[in-house]
């Protein structure tokens, strides 16, 4: 089992950044895929983020490409979200999610791990 904890999540306004951090616990995430989804109110959960073993390759939606940067740092067992440029249509509750394998995928039905999200509130 992996346990995903989310922090880093705010208000922040139009145009600002904000780093989001998924810490995981219960086994080493050297050997997981990891990513991160979002869901919107009144939205269905989508894709945001994902990145390989060990570093890459990275994934990105098309709403997000060019301002956000998913990394890890398998030492201390932690993924991070790097948001910039950010505008309301970001306003949503950020999921870090897990998968065991080499395989990405942009289907939440395909990750084996979810965090409890944090919330990111942009205003404009």
């Known amino acids: 089992q992996v346990q995903l904890v989310e922090s880093g999540g705010g208000l922040v306004q139009a145009g600002g950044s904000l780093r989001l951090s998924c810490s995981a616990s219960?086994?080493?995430?050297?050997?997981?895929?990891m990513g991160w989804f979002r869901q919107a109110p009144g939205k269905e959960r989508e894709f945001v983020a994902a990145?390989?073993?060990?570093?890459?390759?990275?994934y990105y939606a098309d709403s997000v490409k060019g301002r956000f940067t998913v990394s890890r740092d398998n030492a201390k067992n932690t993924v991070y979200l790097q948001m910039s440029s950010l505008n309301p249509e970001d306003t949503a509750v950020y999921y870090c999610?897990?998968?065991?394998?080499?395989?990405?995928?942009?289907?939440?039905?395909?990750?084996?791990?979810w965090g409890q999200g944090t919330q990111v509130t942009v205003s404009s």
């Open positions: 219960g086994r080493p995430i050297s050997s997981y895929g």
């Open positions: 990145i390989g073993w060990l570093g890459s390759p990275t």
């Open positions: 999610v897990a998968r065991a394998g080499l395989a990405i995928s942009r289907d939440s039905g395909a990750w084996d791990y």
